[in-house]
């Protein structure tokens, strides 16, 4: 089974600064990794997704994403916060058909 | 459609209350799945449909969960005799299926609380 472990629960950062989310991956197969976010009452949107073509991947709203096979690492980076970033962010594998998420990493932008 | 519908998107029931939670996919997508996201669990998978069959119902947390699948679309998740650690947001997603299956999108999920 593939599984995905993220890194922090919780990420503070100031408005203009580096947002940086840790992700890690466990899978035995060439992995298929997501980015999603998760505003309050809201579903689950896309960010970005890995399916093994460029190993940098560019998302919405600024938010990109380094495959590195070495560290078994998704980081999920964004170089200037916005306030509009604060939610709370999954890293997903695809495990065989369907979706495994990490615990989610909640952001919080500071003025 | 144009997205993943759920209905309704909040919903109120008394203790050992039978509950029905719909899907809506998106017109085309033949795999559809039910998750859970509660405090403190996180997202956790219930069942995958591949059209109207359900090959792995794995995630259903106890015989009073159910769920079927019509004509290929519409998505009905039941729970019965409702208990209050069943409180939790019940997120739909739907993908076109497939092995080059990368698009899962979700709907805005259908918040429960049970008094």
């Known amino acids: 089974a593939q599984s995905v472990t993220q890194l922090g629960s919780h990420v503070s950062v100031s408005e203009g600064a580096l947002v940086l989310l840790r992700c890690n991956y466990s899978?035995?197969?060439?992995?298929?990794l997501f980015w999603y976010v998760q505003y309050p009452n809201q579903g689950l949107q896309l960010l970005l997704k890995?399916?093994?073509?460029?190993?940098l991947v560019k998302g919405i709203n600024g938010f990109e994403a380094e495959f590195k096979k070495s560290e078994t690492s998704f980081h999920l980076t964004k170089p200037s916060a916005h306030m509009s970033d604060a939610a709370e962010y999954f890293c997903?594998?695809?495990?065989?058909?369907?979706?495994?998420f990490g615990a989610g990493t909640t952001v919080t932008v500071r003025a | 459609g144009a997205g993943v519908s759920q209905s309704p998107s909040n919903k109120v029931t008394e203790k050992g209350k039978d509950v029905e939670l719909r899907c809506d996919p998106i017109?085309?997508?033949?795999?559809l799945y039910w998750y859970r996201q509660s405090l403190g669990q996180g997202l956790e998978f219930l069942i995958y449909?591949?059209?109207?069959?359900?090959?792995?119902k794995s995630g259903l947390p106890s015989d009073r969960f159910s769920a079927e699948r019509t004509g290929g679309s519409v998505s009905t998740l039941t729970i019965q005799r409702t208990q209050q650690e069943d409180s939790a947001v019940y997120l739909c997603?739907?993908?076109?299926?497939?092995?080059?299956?990368?698009?899962?999108?979700f709907g805005s999920g259908t918040r429960l609380t049970v008094v």
């Open positions: 997603a739907s993908s076109p299926g497939g092995p080059n299956n990368y698009g899962y999108t």
């Open positions: 899978s035995s197969v060439p992995p298929y």
């Open positions: 890995y399916t093994s073509a460029a190993t």
């Open positions: 997903a594998v695809r495990d065989d058909y369907k979706l495994s």
């Open positions: 017109s085309g997508h033949t795999a």
């Open positions: 449909f591949q059209g109207n069959s359900a090959p792995d």
